[in-house]
C-alpha cells in the first residue's frame, strides 16, 4: 500500500478514540450542570438495575471495551469494590494496582507514569497522600482521572451522598447539612457540594480541627450560607442531615490520636445530638467508622441511619461519574 492510501483508510471502531476526557479531580472544578447530571443519571442506573445481582451487567455497556486503572496508595474496601464492580457491570475490566508495588512508590516521576498508563488504558482512578500527585497525574495522562481520595478531597463520597440524600428526602438545594467533628478532606468536599448543590452547611468542631478557609469561602461565594458554630447541641439546631466522619484520617499522624480524641469528644454523633435535629434528620458517614467514638452505636443503627445506602450509592454515582469521564 502507497504511503498516501494509508492516510485514506477509515480506522477501525477499535482504534478510534473518544473525543471526550473530563477529569473528575473535585467537586468545585466540575461545573454543576455536569454534577446535576451525574446525580441524576446514577439514579437513573440504579432504578434500571431493579434488584439484580451485583455481577449482572447492566443492559447498556457504555465501557465495553474499556481498561480501567484503580490505583491505591492508601487502604480502601468501599472505593476500591465499588469502582471495580461498577466497571465490571457496564461491560469494561478493571485493574487493581497497588502504589507501593507499582514505580511510582520508587522513584519514577508522576508525569512518566501518567504518559506509560495513558498507553494501555482509558480511564485511571487513584486513592493517594498528597493533592499534587493527583493534579500531576491529571496534567500528564491522555485519559481522565478521577479523585478516590486525596488529604485533602473525597469527591466520589459526597457524589454518593447528595444522591442518598436526595433518594430519601427529595432535591437538596436549601436545605441544611450540619457536620460535627474533624474538618476532613470528606468535610472538604461536602463544603464544595454546597456550593455547587445550593444548600446551607454548618460545621461543628473544635477550632484547631476547622475546614481550610478556601473551601469555606468557595461555598459562600455560591450563595451557601456557611456557619462555623461551636455548641454542637446549637449546631443542629434545624438540620436536615448530620454528618461525621472519623477523628483521625489515613494521612494523619497516630501520635496526634489522643489530643484528637480529646478535642474531638465534645462532638460525637449521639442520640441526644440527633434528637437536637430536625424530628427527620437523616445521620450519615461516609464509613468505616469507629463505633463509639465519633459515632454511636445507636444511632449507626438507628432509624436516622442511612450509611449502608450511603455504601451502596458509591457504585451507582461513580458509574455516573465515569460515564461522564468517557462520554459514553
Ligand atoms: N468511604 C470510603 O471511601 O471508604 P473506603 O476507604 O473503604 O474506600
Ligand atoms: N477522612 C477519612 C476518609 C476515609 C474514607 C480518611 O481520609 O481516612
Redesign the pocket.
Known amino acids: 500500500m502507497a504511503a498516501g492510501q494509508r492516510g485514506q483508510s477509515p480506522l477501525p471502531p477499535v482504534f478510534r478514540k473518544s473525543h471526550v476526557m473530563n477529569h473528575f479531580l473535585d467537586i468545585h472544578t466540575t461545573d454543576p450542570a455536569a454534577l446535576r447530571v451525574m446525580i441524576d443519571q446514577a439514579q437513573a442506573m440504579k432504578t434500571a438495575r431493579n434488584g439484580r445481582g451485583h455481577a449482572a451487567p447492566d443492559d447498556e455497556q457504555p465501557l465495553a471495551g474499556k481498561m480501567v486503572a484503580l490505583i491505591f496508595e492508601?487502604p480502601?474496601t468501599?472505593?476500591r469494590v465499588s469502582f471495580d464492580v461498577g466497571v465490571r457491570q457496564m461491560g469494561g475490566q478493571t485493574m487493581v494496582l497497588s502504589g507501593s508495588e507499582m514505580q511510582l512508590g520508587h522513584g519514577e516521576t508522576i508525569a512518566d507514569t501518567a504518559r506509560v498508563l495513558s498507553r494501555y488504558v482509558d480511564l485511571i482512578m487513584i486513592r493517594t497522600f498528597e493533592e499534587s500527585v493527583l493534579q500531576e497525574l491529571a496534567e500528564f495522562a491522555s485519559v481522565p482521572v478521577i479523585n478516590g481520595?486525596t488529604?485533602r478531597t473525597?469527591p466520589c463520597?459526597i457524589m454518593a451522598d447528595v444522591l442518598t440524600f436526595e433518594e430519601h428526602r427529595g432535591p437538596i438545594a436549601g436545605r441544611k447539612v450540619v457536620w460535627s467533628g474533624?474538618g476532613?478532606?470528606?468535610c472538604a468536599s461536602f463544603l464544595q457540594a454546597a456550593g455547587q448543590f445550593g444548600f446551607d452547611f454548618t460545621f461543628t468542631g473544635p477550632p484547631p480541627l476547622d475546614p481550610e478557609a478556601d473551601f469555606i469561602r468557595f461555598a459562600r461565594e455560591r450563595g451557601s450560607d456557611v456557619q462555623i458554630v461551636r455548641d454542637p447541641m446549637e449546631a443542629v439546631q434545624g438540620a436536615d442531615l448530620v454528618v461525621t466522619?472519623?477523628w483521625?484520617?489515613?494521612?494523619?499522624s497516630q501520635s496526634t490520636k489522643e489530643r484528637r480524641h480529646n478535642q474531638l469528644r465534645p462532638y460525637q454523633v449521639n442520640e441526644r445530638l440527633m434528637a437536637a435535629a430536625k424530628p427527620d434528620a437523616l445521620f450519615m458517614h461516609?464509613?468505616?467508622a469507629h463505633r463509639e467514638d465519633e459515632v454511636t452505636n445507636a444511632v449507626m443503627d438507628g432509624p436516622q441511619s442511612v450509611i449502608f445506602d450511603e455504601a451502596e450509592n458509591r457504585l451507582h454515582a461513580q458509574k455516573a461519574v465515569m460515564r461522564w469521564c468517557l462520554g459514553v
Open positions: 492508601k480502601s468501599r472505593t481520595l488529604n473525597h463520597q474533624d476532613n478532606n470528606v466522619d472519623t483521625v484520617s489515613m494521612h494523619d461516609c464509613l468505616p
